[in-house]
């Protein structure tokens, strides 16, 4: 009977959330047309207006549909973001779908690399410093952590480029793999790609090119979880089975890994999901500096020229990833932790 109500209860959690994900995603997409809609002007005006005549930009309104109601404009960006239409930018000759499709690769590989980056640090200081409370390993974690994620992303980038780029000569000062260099496409991943074609000179090549950026972005996160990490430990360390396993003769290591690490690490998967999509956001000034060829860089492109219609496209994209993103999570979570029910 117990199982029985336990499934229920789980079964309309996972319900619900898939629910709410809906009201959701129509708020952030209407957020992001009417963002981009209060812009003085039109679009065509604001990109094209010095190199077109009068008639020419009220002839480009009208076949982009800038001159309908505000209404229509927006069941046709709500009917396109559904569907995967997300307009054609003014200043690229490719559909903002193409956009994404060439660039969304680069920011995934940048932005996963970063994340492991920052659960490796995040994970490995804060569980030491949790086992070593207020020891000097502790206090220089704790600061580190403080200090790194204070720190704004793009001077770190600066920093890391003048030490480990120019002064060192370790690293590329940004970009990623090109021309004969670069294995055939197939992911867009060019780690993924240089183990498909079975090229590992491309492999560390392309890893090569990922460390500088990636180590950059996934530090700063990494202050996040250094200091979630060492709270749980220290509460798991608190707890009534560790100390039943203390009392039982369970060796140290034992209890440290079997039950307070083990335990420590639930909290912290709802938070790497939050921070993942967080990630992709981030990447758009470490690409900026690193000149990495990802979303960041098409969407500032985009807006130093004023393209709004590009910009609407790329923004729309990474809301619909972070819903997407904050869903699964709120589905792992509710299979993996039976305390979580409406």
Known sequence: MSATK???????????????TLP?????????????????GDPIRATLGD??????????????????????????????????DLGNPITDRRTTAGVIRDTFPATLELTLFAMLVAITVGVLIGAVSGRLRDTPFDVGGRLFGIV??????????????????????????????????????????????????????????????????????????????????RVNMLQTLRSDYVEAAHARGVGER???????????????VTIVGLQFALLLGGAILTERVFSWPGMGTAILR???????????????FFAIVVVVISLIIDLVNGLVDPRIRY
């Open 51 to 84: 190199r077109l005549s009068s008639a020419e930009i009220e002839a480009r309104s009208e076949a982009l549909g800038f001159n309908d109601p505000l209404i229509v404009q927006y069941g046709r960006y709500l009917g396109g973001a559904l569907t995967g």
């Open 24 to 40: 959701m995603l129509l708020i952030l997409l209407t957020i992001v047309f009417l963002l981009l809609r209060v812009a003085p």
């Open 254 to 268: 034992a209890v440290l890994f079997r039950h307070a690490f083990k335990n420590a690490l639930v909290p912290v």
């Open 148 to 229: 790194i994620y204070a720190a704004p992303i793009f001077w770190l980038g600066l920093l890391a480029q003048l030490v480990f780029s120019l002064r060192l000569g370790w690293f590329p000062t940004g970009s990623r793999m090109t021309g004969f260099d670069a294995p055939p496409r197939v992911t867009g991943l060019q780690t993924v790609d240089a183990v498909i074609a079975l090229d590992p000179s491309a492999l560390v090549t392309a890893v090569h090119h990922l460390i500088l950026p990636g180590t950059t972005l996934g530090l700063v996160i990494g202050g996040i979880f250094i200091r979630l990490v």
């Open 6 to 20: 336990t499934s229920g209860s789980l079964r309309r959690y996972l319900l619900t959330r898939i629910a709410l």
């Open 302 to 316: 985009f807006l130093e020229a004023r393209d709004y219609v590009g910009v609407q496209g790329i923004v729309t």
